[in-house]
């Protein structure tokens, strides 16, 4: 690990500080007593939570047969329990350990499903700890373990024996335990959050638990004022996380009420700000842009999310603290990324994507990012983080912000972004024809002397979009790399529904009934790329590039314009 040391400095405290979380988180969990024999009847469990995630009766089927669709990733048991299965990726084991799969068993809802739902969960319990994967007992899936299986305890408990009730109590209280002695070693972000969720949750489910409904409220809120953003968005950036915070939150605020007991304000208040935001980042055809980790939507649990949203209006225009702008007229929506990177405790999911838009119009996602692909193979997902893989500009092929280069320290961070942008300057107008963006990043300041400005320019009727990119020196002599290739290059990559065909001088954008035409004052061309939010797995597109030598050329002026 030497090397990543020497390549970033600030790689040694996170490594350190991340060292030191595992051991305290290691330390309590192994000052916990040992589990009891039975749980007390006062803890039986009054009430369960509802599950706002989609529900399949199929997958439930699938299970039975033995083929298991979880995390992009297709398991064939062949007669084997599915938790012995090796040579899975993480994603996969975290997904399946999680158990919120029984979703489909509760959908299902017949005694044959009740059965097999109860006898998975029961071969998990006679495992020991050994025996079972270490991302099994990490703390977002231990905790997301917790929320499943309050909410899906009637599908288990229909028709149980005492024996598998008695194992059952005794593993959940277990769970609930260890959650709470080691909540504060819980790695930052929406990890430390679902931890002080299915806290919460537990202390409703069980009034009789020690935890305390008051201590687990206040906790919780304490984590979601320091975790979300005034303007609703979460210290990730990451648009998706706002979905999996609320598809856990908007349930444990109406658990509160349906058991009479207070609503903790920061809960009310956390909700509030993130709907608005989660609607902000949606565009016409329900997807959320993709920016900082978002991936292959889920438009039947935003819709359900956002039915909650009592306010019901026009969505935001800006998100000042995450670092987000949306331009919006007639039937056309811009969002782009004005945002520093998020602090690299919080970053694993990010990219190096400043400065890049994502454009829709009439419902049609035209140009995009590449997203983050569903499958988390290693080189697919540095790749999707990269500066290259989003519509905004590269120098010489590099990313705007920075990544560990080594794949050690990598598995031992979760892929920390470092700096890259420290300032991204953001100023927006309404003039008589439309509105003026223009922001502007130093995140090419130490490589090349650079700051690139972007300014956007919607027209009031959403049928036109003019863009300028300049590059300004900054402090220092700019220097080119080595490199026979010129040194700009601007990308817009295209939804892979867009149909691209080159006219002359322009290009000729179209999905479905929207037909737009794309010129610049440098040559485009059409080159191959990949999109990876997309849930059959990536699929071939398009982009549109267009390079230059910016050191001839400083500024280069591009146009999207609506075919009349």
């Known amino acids: 690990m030497t090397a990543g040391f020497v390549d970033e400095p600030r790689l040694a405290g996170l490594m350190l500080r991340e060292a030191g979380r595992r051991l305290r988180s290691g330390l309590r969990a192994a000052g916990l007593p040992g589990l009891r024999l039975a ?20 997958i439930a089927r699938a299970f039975y047969v033995g083929h298991i669709w979880l995390a992009g990733h297709l398991v064939h048991l062949e007669g084997r329990s599915p938790f012995l299965v090796t040579d899975v990726p993480d994603a996969f084991a975290a997904e399946l350990n999680s158990f919120e799969w029984l979703r489909h068993f509760t959908e299902s809802g017949d005694a044959l499903s009740s059965e097999h739902a109860r006898t998975l969960v029961a071969d998990w319990l006679r495992l020991k700890r050994r ?34 009730a008695r194992r059952f109590a005794r593993a959940l209280d277990d769970e609930v335990r260890r959650l709470k002695r080691t909540a504060n070693a819980a790695p930052d972000g929406l990890a430390r959050l679902r931890v002080r969720m299915a806290i919460a949750f537990a202390a409703v489910a069980q009034p009789g638990r020690t935890c305390g409904a008051k201590a687990a409220a206040r906790h919780l809120g304490d984590e979601l004022e320091r975790q979300i953003h005034p303007d609703g968005g979460h210290i990730s950036r990451n648009p ?190 309404e003039i008589g024809e439309g509105q003026i963006l223009t922001a502007a990043h130093d995140g090419y300041r130490q490589g090349f002397g650079f700051v690139h400005e972007r300014q956007l320019f919607l027209a009031r009727d959403g049928a036109r979009i003019d863009g300028v990119d300049r590059l300004f020196h900054a402090a220092g002599r700019a220097h080119r790399m080595a490199s026979d290739e010129p040194m700009g290059m601007l990308r817009f990559h295209l939804h892979p529904d867009v ?25 485009a061309k059409l080159e191959d790329s990949i999109f990876f939010a997309d849930g059959a797995g990536a699929r071939r597109t398009k982009q549109i590039t267009v390079a230059f030598d910016c050191l001839e050329h400083r500024e280069l002026s591009w146009r999207l314009e609506r075919e009349s």
């Not at 039947?300 to 007229?329: C, F, I, K, V």
């Not at 290693?378 to 990544?403: E, I």
């Open 240 to 429: 998706a996380t706002l979905v999996a915070i609320l598809a856990d939150l908007l349930p444990l605020r109406q658990f509160y009420a349906n058991q009479n007991k207070p609503v903790p304000r920061s809960l009310f208040s956390a909700v509030d700000r993130m709907l608005p935001a989660l609607r902000f980042f949606r565009h016409g055809d329900g997807a959320l842009a993709l920016f900082n980790g978002a991936g292959v939507p889920d438009h039947h649990l935003t819709a359900a999310l956002l039915r909650y949203d009592e306010t019901l209006g026009e969505p935001l225009s800006q998100m000042r603290q995450s670092g987000y702008q949306r331009l919006a007229a007639g039937r056309t929506v811009v969002i782009t990324d004005t945002g520093l990177p998020p602090a690299p405790e919080v970053s694993s999911e990010a990219h190096a994507g400043t400065l890049a838009f994502e454009f829709s119009a009439g419902g049609r996602r035209m140009i995009v990012n590449c997203g983050a692909p569903t499958r988390l193979d290693a080189g697919w997902r540095r790749l999707s983080r990269a500066t290259a893989a989003h519509s905004t500009m590269t120098l010489n092929d590099h990313s705007s912000s920075r990544f560990s280069r080594s794949e050690r320290l990598d598995r031992f961070l979760g892929g920390p972004l470092m700096p890259g942008p420290t300032r991204v300057p953001t100023t927006r107008e």
């Open 131 to 164: 025996q079972l994967p270490r991302i099994a007992f990490d703390h977002e899936t231990s905790a997301r373990r917790v929320i499943a299986w309050y909410a899906h305890a009637p599908i288990l408990m229909r028709r149980a024996d005492d024996a598998f």
């Open 499 to 523: 149909s691209a065909t080159q006219a002359g001088d322009g290009i000729r954008l179209e999905h479905g009934e929207e037909v737009w035409w794309f010129g610049s004052e440098g040559e």
């Open 39 to 58: 749980a007390p009847a006062s803890e039986a469990i009054v009430a369960v939570p509802t599950d706002l995630r989609r529900a399949d009766a199929a």
